[in-house]
């Protein structure tokens, strides 16, 4: 959401920071309609300083015994005036209001030009992709082999884009899930939640994910919707108050299932689990003040990236380029680890600075310590400390070997019971 004052006072930049992304002018839209929506306003302000002034005027006109008709017909008059006002004033408001929620967050000057993918910047890299003396399988065939991915079944309860975990790789799912909270929690200083899976509209709409992106959303018939990842439940935690600014930065993480339904993706990673309806995430969410943002970017990229270290897997920073930063952020930082079965790196994790897009949007205000009045909207970041199936899949794939086997990582043997390597051939239904 952005500052309509702003906008009324830098029209040129606000089209200039659409076009690093590759969008449309908007401002003269945006403008006309305020215009008109303020017009009106005005207009129904007179109306109603006319009208009670009149109404005074009849009660004196009555009281010396006069002919008050005229000045009720003129009352009357303009109170239908003023209804007809008062509808268009709001629809003009939410014609507004609407066109305010589609425009994209303004990039920060360091996001590096360009129009897709390919100009992101590579920022640094971690480890050296392990070579194999045999020719590394992909996932879901490593999976598949050990009898404990089932991507058939899931099918015919649920469709496409879904997998069932069995046995070891189940657990070793749980194990990595635990490895992330348990180094967010106590190492990175992260507080962790359980928050509700099913959120209203509103609150989707404060994190940037309605109305633009509806159709990637499942929505019940109750009218909820599942979540797409936990960063809706995490940062409306602060929407409609103001926070206390000495309690800042507040730091949460949760890990949940996530629901997306891929619409704009369709015929893009059919096999295995890089892209499935249901998946499971840890998320990290900041909440800052303004000076700060940038500063607990650079920390939450970090917090990520530690996981990857832990697991032993080479990944790679992106700093994503002007059209290829999402629609809520001002900057991003995308986290892509390598894959052997593929050959390529893939992103696991995007770390993002929203600025005050967001808390604009769900009204998320503090109090600058010491400060007994005033308010400003806090920042708000976000980013996956890890996806993970993901990273599932990446430790699958660094660490398999020859016969299809897996070795399991040392920093999640304590959370496999000591299991060492996870072999083909286990009995599973």
């Given amino acids: 959401m952005h500052d309509l004052k702003w906008i009324r006072e830098n029209p040129d930049a606000l089209d200039a920071a659409l076009a690093r992304r590759g969008a449309a002018a908007v401002s003269a839209t945006v403008l006309d309609l305020d215009k008109r929506h303020r017009a009106t306003t005005t207009e129904l302000q007179v109306l109603q300083s006319r009208r009670n002034d009149v109404s005074k005027q009849i009660g004196g006109v009555k009281a010396k015994g006069g002919d008050a008709a005229p000045l009720m017909a003129e009352v009357a008059e303009i109170k239908d005036k003023m209804t007809a006002l008062e509808e268009e004033e709001k629809l003009l408001g939410e014609k507004v209001k609407s066109l305010l929620l589609t425009i994209p967050n303004i990039l920060l000057p360091v996001v590096p030009d360009g129009r897709d993918e390919s100009a992101n910047v590579v920022v640094r890299s971690w480890g050296t992709p392990r070579e194999f003396n045999f020719s590394p399988k992909e996932h879901a065939d490593l999976g598949a082999a050990l009898g404990l991915m089932d991507f058939d079944q899931a099918a015919i309860m649920s469709g496409a884009r879904f997998v069932v975990l069995k046995g070891a790789l189940a657990r070793l799912e749980r194990a990595i899930a635990q490895l992330m909270l348990d180094t967010h929690t106590t190492a990175n200083g ?47 935690l602060v929407a409609e108050r103001i926070l206390d600014g000495a309690t800042l930065p507040l730091r949460m993480t949760a890990f949940t299932p996530c629901f997306r339904s891929e619409a704009g993706a369709a015929g893009r990673d059919t096999k295995g689990m890089i892209r499935n309806h249901q ?45 290829d930063v999402g629609f809520g952020a001002n900057r991003t930082y995308d986290l892509e ?93």
């Fill in 279 to 323: 998946f499971e995430k840890v998320e990290l969410v900041s909440i800052t003040a303004p000076e700060e943002s940038e500063a607990e970017l650079e920390r939450m990229t970090k917090c990520a990236e530690g996981i990857l270290q832990k697991l032993e897997l080479p990944y790679r920073v992106m700093a994503l380029c002007a059209g």
């Fill in 337 to 429: 680890v390598w894959l052997p079965g593929q050959n390529t790196y893939r992103e696991i994790s995007s770390c993002s600075n929203t600025g005050d897009f967001q808390a604009r949007r769900m009204n998320a205000r503090y109090r600058p310590s010491g400060e007994t009045k005033g308010t400003r909207f806090v920042h708000t970041l976000n980013g996956s400390g890890l996806a993970v199936g993901r990273t599932l899949i990446a430790v699958l794939e660094n660490h398999q070997q020859q016969d299809g086997s897996i070795t399991v990582p040392a920093a999640l043997k304590p959370y496999m019971g000591g299991l060492e390597i996870i072999a083909p051939g286990a009995k599973i239904l």
């Fill in 190 to 236: 992260y507080t962790e939640v359980n928050p509700p899976l099913l959120v209203r509209d509103v609150a989707l709409t404060g994190t940037g994910q309605l109305p633009k992106f509806g159709a990637d959303l499942f929505q019940t018939t109750a009218g909820l919707y599942l979540i797409p990842t936990a960063e809706v439940s995490l940062t409306n």
